[in-house]
């Protein structure tokens, strides 16, 4: 079974403070995704990844960077936390083909105060 | 992107009973799954089904690509079937998911 493992299920952070989500996949999958997801909207892309260093802007980039320097961990990286990007935040991997699913982490749940 | 309809938003449910979850979505797709997200958040894949139709015990799916439909069936619902049911296709040619608002599914004892 795949394994998508986010590093925190809940973070509390400043308004200001620059957060690092992690997220790590045991497949050797070449496809990351990071979504979003607040209520009444489900879920929005922010970035993806289809390979080392390699990266694509989703629906909502704005305010978010990202990083992977290696295959199976991708970072999202909050610069400047802001209190409208409180929300659940959900990892996803994937493998090299379209025609594959998506498996996702269990979400970290950021509050910023 | 693709627009995703899911309907009905909220249902409940007495146990025991069945249900028909729909979604529909705005371009042709070259992927679609259904997901079912359980009270601690945590999203479970339930189904990878761009076309066809699957089953896994209560519950099975069907997706008719060329009307742009897929449906999702569960049949003798439980307790633990609560939650929200998210419809997610991809549209041909793009690497990621496009995903409905979801079904809020509360089944009662």
């Known amino acids: 079974d795949v394994k998508v493992t986010q590093s925190s299920r809940y973070l509390v952070k400043r308004t200001g403070e620059k957060v690092f989500l992690e997220c790590v996949q045991d497949?050797?999958?070449?496809?990351m995704f990071w979504y979003r997801q607040d209520p009444g909207l489900g879920l929005r892309l922010i970035y993806f990844?289809?390979?080392?260093?390699?990266?694509e802007k989703g629906d909502i980039p704005e305010g978010y960077s990202v990083s992977r320097e290696k295959k199976e961990r991708f970072s999202l990286i909050l610069e400047s936390a802001s209190t409208n990007q409180t929300s659940m935040y959900l990892c996803a991997s994937r493998g090299g083909q379209i025609n594959q699913p998506q498996h996702f982490g269990d979400g970290t749940r950021l509050s910023i105060l | 992107g693709i627009q995703v309809e899911q309907s009905p938003p909220d249902l409940i449910l007495q146990e025991g009973a069945n249900s028909t979850l729909r979604c529909n979505f705005s371009d042709s797709v070259n992927n679609l799954q259904w997901f079912h997200q359980n009270p601690w958040g945590q999203l479970i894949n339930l189904f990878y089904?761009?076309?066809g139709t699957k089953q896994n015990g209560r519950l099975s799916a069907t997706t008719v690509a060329t009307e742009r439909y897929s449906l999702l069936y569960i049949s003798s619902s439980q307790t633990t079937d609560s939650g929200v049911y998210f419809c997610?296709?991809?549209?041909?040619?793009?690497?990621?998911?496009?995903f409905g608002t979801g079904t809020r599914l509360t089944v009662i004892p």
């Open positions: 089904i761009p076309s």
């Open positions: 990844s289809y390979d080392v260093k390699m990266k």
């Open positions: 497949m050797d999958h070449e496809n």
């Open positions: 997610a296709p991809g549209e041909t040619g793009a690497n990621n998911l496009f």
